[in-house]
């Protein structure tokens, strides 16, 4: 602090000085130009200042790095040393993680092991602690985390407050397991999960303590929640596509509710379109001011999750900052994390060290044995039945009724009308538990794909034209210790092995997304017709997200949140 001090009163020459860069100053909300002195890993002023060390930035922009404000790194299918290899280079400096896919294979540990990452690596990981696992009653995960829990790791080192509270109806409806979930936060920021939620319902869940929603599709659902002193995180994923239906909402007025996410994001999205990169480039070309963007980009959400002396550049704060030369077209070219130089033109120069994957992790697929015949559903003289319809580009789905199509006294996938089977095996206790129903936007004319990757509890989901290629695909993955793949006519197209809690590989960024792509690719050959196939059969287990899912229990009504018949009478 003493030499911090003497740098700033330029009695000190500074460690480091960027010179001639156009300073993006998200408090002041200009753009302008100056000097950033910088001693150890913090800013000691911007100004005039000489440096043991000159970087001529010759005109280019300055900004602080970015904050992710809400993520599930599992979701990226990537270990942490890999994520941080596929952002940081983007200019990407923090997360606000909740990494409640390892709980719900392995409980605590998986926290744990986010939380021994922190500090390794040139990228802060703000760590919400997991509060829905299992996210509701009607899925069977592999761990479950108690009150007490949750109240014993908000007083850790490393975590910053608690994480989505996806049972929605339990906090609204004042369920005791969910205001004590709520009570141990004391003051912390309390992430929420409420797609559609409106009126006095809405009012209810907030004022029970909710702080933020990453779930709004639509500008008037944002702008509800908004009026009622919610922080808006605006989701750009791989299947969630928010941005362009929230951005019309933001103004000057109320920008600082505002910030960006991914929330869910495979790793040939990260390298075609980047991380929160691609957010600011969005929300520049849709025509947001400048500086209102990289606001939302950074200090919005450290402002947000009180992440102290972070998002800005000025005296005081740590050094996290990014250099770019075209305001217009965002490509990050040099990033600083804590003073140090960590990327140069897309290459990761930081540290590589990470702790080793805890024992908990591996070796997850439990399955009971089982058979194509465990798929068939009688018909029982059945005419009409429940259909999971798809919406493009998100998370929601519809609830439609349509005609059996039946055979041999079966109700059978029919893909003449894109009506296919859909069948989730639990894959934690051994229990047998096999949830099926029908999913309608696929495409497939034949085969199946497969994953043990099915928010939240992340059993085996499987779609396909008939049960024999299902079967085939689960037992694929069953032998490679989880992952994704494709199957048709009983053999294995593709696969991608993920033997970290069946959600994570342990291959390089580029082998991931060649593998993933490989998936794409034989998934089309079977007729699919949607561009990431895998990410959308992910979260038609997700029971908490309407209007309606699959998990292992059966088929779930998300509106009403319980288990519901198939067949119409």
Avoid at 55 to 61: A, P, R
Avoid at 439 to 461: C, P, Q, Y
């Amino acid at each position: 602090m003493k030499q911090l001090l003497e740098v700033a009163r330029g009695e000190v020459r500074a460690e480091i000085v960027l010179r001639n860069g156009k300073i993006i100053n998200v408090l002041s909300g200009e753009i302008h130009e100056g000097d950033i002195a910088i001693s150890g890993n913090r800013i000691a002023g911007i100004g005039a200042y000489d440096g043991d060390q000159v970087i001529d930035l010759k005109g280019s922009y300055i900004a602080p790095s970015f904050i992710d404000g809400h993520i599930h790194l599992e979701s990226t299918m990537l270990s942490v040393k890999e994520f941080v290899r596929a952002v940081v280079p983007r200019g990407t400096g923090g997360c606000v993680c909740d990494p409640h896919e390892f709980a719900n294979v392995a409980g605590t540990a998986g926290i744990d092991y986010i939380l021994s990452a922190q500090g390794s690596l040139p990228l802060d990981l703000y760590v919400m602690m997991s509060s829905c696992v299992p996210a509701t009653p009607l899925e069977t995960a592999g761990a479950s985390i108690s009150v007490e829990q949750i109240g014993e790791y908000l007083h850790k080192p490393g975590i910053t407050g608690i994480a989505e509270m996806m049972n929605f109806p339990g906090v609204f409806l004042g369920w005791e397991s969910e205001i004590n979930k709520i009570a141990q936060a004391q003051g912390r920021p309390i992430d929420g999960h409420s797609p559609a939620l409106t009126g006095k319902n809405l009012d209810a869940y907030i004022a029970a303590g909710i702080t933020s929603d990453h779930e709004c599709t639509s500008a008037d659902e944002a702008r509800d929640k908004l009026r009622r002193g919610m922080h808006i995180l605006i989701r750009e994923g791989t299947a969630e596509r928010n941005m362009h239906d929230l951005l019309p909402l933001v103004t000057p007025a109320n920008a600082r509710h505002f910030s960006f996410a991914t929330d869910d994001k495979h790793p040939a999205s990260l390298m075609d379109e980047g991380h929160i990169d691609n957010h600011v480039r969005e929300a520049l070309a849709f025509g947001l001011d400048p500086v209102i963007v990289f606001q939302m980009a950074s200090l919005n959400t450290a402002r947000h999750y009180r992440a102290m002396h972070r998002g800005a550049i000025a005296p005081g704060y740590y050094a996290d900052l990014v250099v770019f030369d075209n305001l217009a077209d965002v490509r990050i070219r040099s990033v600083y994390k804590n003073g140090y130089l960590v990327a140069q033109d897309g290459e990761y120069l930081g540290s590589t060290d990470v702790p080793p994957v805890p024992g908990k992790l591996l070796n997850t697929i439990n399955t009971a044995p089982f058979t194509a015949d465990d798929f068939k559903i009688a018909a029982n003289g059945a005419a009409k039945m429940k259909v999971i319809e798809i919406i493009p580009r998100q998370i929601v789905t519809k609830a439609v009724i349509e005609d059996c199509t039946s055979a041999n006294g079966q109700v059978t996938a029919d893909t003449e009308r894109d009506i296919l089977k859909l069948s989730v095996i639990e894959r934690h206790n051994a229990t047998g538990n096999i949830g099926t129903g029908f999913v309608r936007g696929f495409g497939m004319k034949e085969g199946a794909l497969a994953s043990t990757v099915a928010h939240d509890a992340h059993n085996i989901v499987v779609v396909g034209t008939n049960d024999e290629d299902m079967a085939a695909a689960v037992h694929e993955l069953i032998r490679i210790g989880g992952g994704l793949c494709v199957v048709r006519n009983n053999e294995v197209l593709e696969s991608l092995p993920l033997p970290i809690a069946g959600l994570v590989s342990d291959k390089p960024l580029e082998e991931v997304r060649a593998k993933e792509d490989a998936l794409k690719a034989a998934a089309k050959t079977c007729g699919c017709t949607l561009s990431d196939p895998f990410m959308t059969l992910s979260f038609l287990a997700l029971s908490p997200i309407p209007a309606l899912k699959v998990t292992d229990q059966g088929l779930v009504d998300a509106e009403k949140f319980e288990l519901t018949n198939l067949f119409v009478e």
